[in-house]
């Protein structure tokens, strides 16, 4: 466009802008500024009320589970000796790449008395949400959860590696497998291709377990080992990232 | 007594300036002055013969009160002889014990100064500090002792204070033979490194160290008869393993939950897992 016709067309500049146009924008904003802010003075409400995922939702409550078999993991906390044999198992059992892994072992130190450190493992695999944030992100519905034993599982074709799901796993528990024959995202499955499908009762990892702190079940069987750790008395029973809202399977216990 | 014996000496006190003052004013008046100066006169002799009684009283008061005083000093002394004598009890006793504690500490030095030449040189330095510090603050209290002892007119100061050096010899002997057994604690006997285990399961250790220095535990205590002294030779007996530590063998001799925390607790205090052994290595490194 030459200058000379340039010089015909409205100027766009704001002086244009009538003020209740003005007006209109800074209420737009005011009302963002609020949105945010209200959340804030929200947030500040008693602990009672802020319960957002009440007890019953995070800790089973018997008789209210939705799977049948309920595959649940229990793990005993003060057992884990990071040995590693769960890992190796895992591994061995689900053809899990050197660069990958579905369950790995965190380590938390805390000081004692003098200058002693109590060392504290804490073992994490996928724990198979209730409400998973992997499968409400996944564009392809290449991970899905499992209708009947709420499993969290892949369809490997389906996956397009866009890796939305290991962003928003709480759990850090996926990882991509660059294998020419897998090419997914690929995550624990509390061994059901390798194991439970083919008539195994346990896992890779709790089968290898040698202390008895990984105990895997049905949660709906009141004679399993899983319901029985998680209904004893005098037992605290926690989740990790509970705020998540993603209601775990996999429980922690120091029993 | 003596207030009374005060009062006409008082009054004559007073009367001699009060005819003074008369005598000048009552000048050219003979008979006045002279009868004046009688009374004084009088008053004077009467003033005299309390003075002398005073005298005599207080000479008598100054016999029983060197009598008294006598006794009292004399029991002074007996009270500080004893004094002095069970000073220097409490002192030749508590240098008897430091000399047998030496003596043992000297056993227990001589024992272990094979192993440990190095520091024992080392701790020398430390060591004269210690003996130094600890004879300083007994000289200190001895000395004040026999001050007071002087003080109270005894002469057993240099007893005491003799008895205070053999004390402080022994005190002296013993803190330095002490200062000598913690400096050369280090245990460089037993594995430098933590002894790893990787049977039955890998990440377990075993620290030396720990058991010697920290608790405290004789060489008798674990060998031969739990353990050999050449790492890894447990490990490869097939019961060495948790249950037989929880039936009482190997580890479980001592980690039964009475002489130390019980071996099915605290599983991390020995398992640092291969995340610990790692982080071990890298240290070494």
């Keep these: ?255 | 007594m003596n207030k009374i014996m005060m009062i006409p000496l008082a009054l004559a006190l007073l009367a001699v300036p009060a005819f003074a003052v008369d005598d000048t004013v009552m000048e050219g008046n003979g008979a006045a002055v002279e009868q004046a100066a009688a009374q004084g006169e009088n008053i004077g002799k009467a003033a005299v013969e309390p003075v002398d009684d005073a005298g005599t009283a207080v000479k008598k008061i100054a016999v029983g009160g060197e009598e008294v005083a006598k006794s009292k000093v004399s029991a002074a002394l007996d009270k500080a002889g004893k004094a002095v004598d069970s000073t220097k009890a409490a002192f030749s006793e508590a240098g008897d014990k430091a000399r047998e504690a030496a003596g043992k500490m000297a056993e227990a030095v001589d024992e272990a100064t094979g192993r440990a030449k190095d520091a024992l040189s080392d701790a020398a330095d430390s060591v004269g500090t210690a003996a130094g510090k600890a004879s300083g603050a007994v000289m200190d209290a001895a000395g004040d002792t026999r001050d007071a002892v002087v003080k109270a007119g005894s002469k057993a100061g240099t007893a005491v204070a003799g008895a205070a050096g053999e004390a402080v010899d022994g005190v002296k002997a013993a803190v330095a033979k002490l200062a000598g057994k913690k400096e050369k604690s280090p245990d460089t006997y037993g594995p430098k490194k933590p002894i790893v285990w990787t049977k039955p399961v890998v990440g377990a250790v075993f620290s030396h160290k720990v058991h010697t220095v920290g608790a405290g535990l004789d060489c008798d205590s674990c060998h031969d008869d739990l353990f050999e002294r050449e790492a890894g030779i447990s490990e490869e007996s097939e019961d060495f393993n948790m249950q037989s530590m929880y039936d009482g063998e190997f580890c479980g001799s001592c980690h039964d939950g009475e002489t130390a925390f019980a071996a099915n607790t605290r599983c991390t205090a020995c398992h640092i897992g291969v995340i610990g052994i790692e982080r071990m290595n890298k240290k070494d490194q």
């Design chain 1, 1 to 255: 466009m030459k200058m000379n016709d340039l010089e015909k067309v409205k100027s766009e500049d704001l002086s244009g802008l009538r003020s209740s146009e003005r007006r209109k924008f800074l209420g737009l904003g005011l009302a963002i500024t609020g949105m945010y802010l209200g959340g804030t003075v929200l947030s500040l409400t008693p602990v009672k009320s802020a319960e957002a995922i009440g007890f019953e939702n995070v800790v089973p409550v018997s008789g209210k589970y939705p799977y049948a078999p309920h595959y649940t993991m229990v793990l005993r906390e003060h057992l884990c000796i990071d040995c590693e044999r769960c890992m190796e198992a895992c591994v061995a059992a689900n053809h899990v790449p050197e660069y990958g892994s579905r369950t790995t072992i965190l380590e938390t130190q805390r000081p004692l008395e003098g200058h002693a450190v109590q060392t504290t493992f804490t073992p994490v695999l996928c724990n198979q949400c209730n409400n998973p944030p992997c499968v409400r992100v996944c564009p392809t519905s290449a991970t899905f959860k499992d209708e009947k034993t709420g499993i969290v599982r892949m369809i490997n074709d389906l996956c397009i590696g866009c890796k939305a799901c290991m962003a928003a796993c709480p759990y850090d528990a996926r990882y991509f497998n660059e294998e020419p024959d897998v090419r997914a995202v690929d995550k624990c499955d509390f061994c059901w291709e390798s194991r439970l499908s083919k008539g195994e009762t346990t896992t890779a990892c709790a089968e290898a377990c040698p202390t008895g702190c990984r105990v895997f079940g049905d949660l709906a069987d009141e004679t399993s080992d899983v319901y029985v750790l998680l209904h004893a008395p005098e037992t605290t029973i926690w989740v990790l990232r509970p705020e998540s809202g993603a209601l775990p399977n996999v429980y922690y216990i120091n029993k």
